[in-house]
């Protein structure tokens, strides 16, 4: 084993330890808040630790309270997470301030600052005239952003997004995107083929 393989098996280990008195707090919260609400509270407190000891702690805590949170990932200063069900696969980056409901994020995956993925379009009732949104059932869903894609800065993600796709800055995910384009605009919209590109360079 490396020296670097070394250290990185001891920070990953102090981390752990100091997860533990979190991950213990976040136990008693759940049976009276639920663990949806209760790992969010618990994300928020963690979201403020800076620096690379920050990012090492959120990981060790993540790995016991989601889905899947994958030794390789990093989770940036001020990112919160609100549904247990997330996935976040191996190299995955996710940026600072960045806010995830119920998502797989797949590995090699670039989520850069200010990104909001929801869980899915229809998170609240709006049809019911006669009463408050906030009363009104509304739908959850799972997205997926699929391996290899870039997700520019202050996106907002509602739905799936393939393979290998980049999406713009500022752009407004509300469909599925398919593999390996460029997408990006409010409602999002497919620009081009990556495919094209690589073939414009050969040419």
């Known amino acids: 084993m490396s020296l670097r393989a070394v250290a990185k098996w001891l920070a990953r280990a102090a981390a752990s330890v100091a997860a533990f008195p979190f991950l213990v707090a976040h136990a008693l919260k759940v049976p009276l808040m639920g663990k949806d609400r209760a790992l969010e509270g618990s994300t928020q407190l963690l979201a403020i630790f800076p620096g690379l000891c920050g990012e090492y702690v959120r990981r060790a805590f993540l ?34 301030y960045c806010s995830l409901g119920s998502v797989t994020i797949e590995r090699d995956v670039l989520i850069a600052t200010g990104v909001h993925i929801l869980s899915g379009a229809r998170m609240h009732g709006t049809e019911d005239l006669g009463r408050p949104i906030r009363e009104q059932a509304g739908e959850f869903t799972h997205v997926t952003i699929g391996a290899g894609s870039w997700v520019g800065a202050g996106a907002v993600v509602m739905a799936d997004v393939g393979r290998d796709v ?19 605009g409010v409602p999002a919209r497919v620009i081009r083929s990556r495919a094209e590109d690589k073939a414009m360079e050969r040419g």
């Open 166 to 184: 980049i999406v713009g800055a500022g752009a407004v995910v509300t469909r599925p995107i398919a593999d390996a384009v460029i997408a990006a």
């Open 63 to 96: 790995a016991w309270t989601i889905r899947e949170c994958d030794p390789t990932a990093t989770i940036s200063f001020g990112t919160i997470l609100s549904k247990r069900a997330t996935r976040i696969g191996p190299n995955a980056y996710v940026g600072p």
